[in-house]
């Protein structure tokens, strides 16, 4: 029963819990503390140390994975688009693993929420192309071909009708904007058919909070492409990022 620590930081919360890497299954509590205002690097290593602190256990000598709501590239978080521009280009990996005086694997949010539902969910043993989208405070984006998460597509990021597809079709959007599920459903519509036309995915999987409320609106879309809810929703991010802290072969 190999175990591992999965953290997961949000533009909103910072979630965390021990995960039975080999099934999939949270063994600890699933903990969560609210993201600092501003998102400051400091003050989100800070609260990471809190949640571990939180969380107890021998969590010392287990694998730690963390994921991150912005692109990774080497170790450095290169874009901010719900924390503190001070990430952007920070070398995230090295800042964390200092701070917690060990090695950890460091991953996309959307990647991590990928990577699990390929392991443990709705992307288990599907061949082809299947796109998971994440819709929270931004959107996130998973590639996944054939079983692999091919890093960093940035989908939330397509520009639709001159503006960035997240600041409209995310769920926090939908919040802002009191849209209630059909209004929210049509701007879904326009991005995943848009999404449809530039890849011919063979599965969508949406992700996020907003998933358990699938009925509510995947129903509403017409698309060519099958749609369906991930598995996991507020633990995907936790699992995936510990799923790979104990698979990484560095
Ligand atoms: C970021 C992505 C992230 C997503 C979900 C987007 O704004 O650019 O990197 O995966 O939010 O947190």
């Known amino acids: 029963m190999p175990h ?3 953290i997961d930081i949000g533009g909103t919360g910072i979630k965390g819990a021990i995960v039975d890497t080999d099934t999939g299954d949270l063994v600890s509590e699933r903990l969560k503390l609210a993201t600092p205002d501003g998102g400051r690097p400091d003050d989100i290593v800070a609260t990471v140390l809190e ?5 107890g256990g021998q969590t010392q000598d287990m694998p730690v994975g963390i994921c991150f709501p912005a692109i990774v590239k080497n170790g450095r978080t290169m874009s901010a688009a719900n924390i503190s521009k001070k990430w952007i280009g920070l070398e995230a990996e090295k800042l964390f693993e200092k701070a917690l005086g060990r090695g950890i694997y460091f991953l996309n949010d959307a990647d991590a929420a990928g990577y699990a539902e390929v392991r443990y ?3 288990e043993g599907v061949d082809g192309l299947v796109l998971l989208t994440t819709l929270g405070t931004g959107i996130g984006s998973a590639l996944i071909y054939d079983g692999v998460v ?5 989908l939330g990021h397509i520009e639709i009708g001159g503006k960035d597809a997240e600041s409209r079709m995310s769920y926090a959007a939908k919040e802002r904007g009191r849209l209630s599920w059909a209004r929210w459903t049509q701007r879904l519509q326009v991005y995943y058919t848009h999404l449809e036309a530039l890849f011919s995915p063979d599965l969508f999987i949406v992700g996020g909070g907003v998933s358990k409320h699938a009925d509510e609106f995947l129903p509403l879309l017409n698309l060519t492409t099958p749609i369906v809810p991930a598995v996991h929703r507020n633990s995907a991010g936790i699992l995936g990022a510990a799923a790979r802290a104990t698979t990484d072969p560095r």
Do not use: R, S, V
Not at 51 to 55: N, Y
């Open 4 to 6: 591992a620590l999965g």
């Open 51 to 55: 949640l571990i602190d939180q969380i």
């Open 121 to 123: 969910g709705a992307a």
């Open 150 to 154: 091919i890093p960093n597509a940035e």
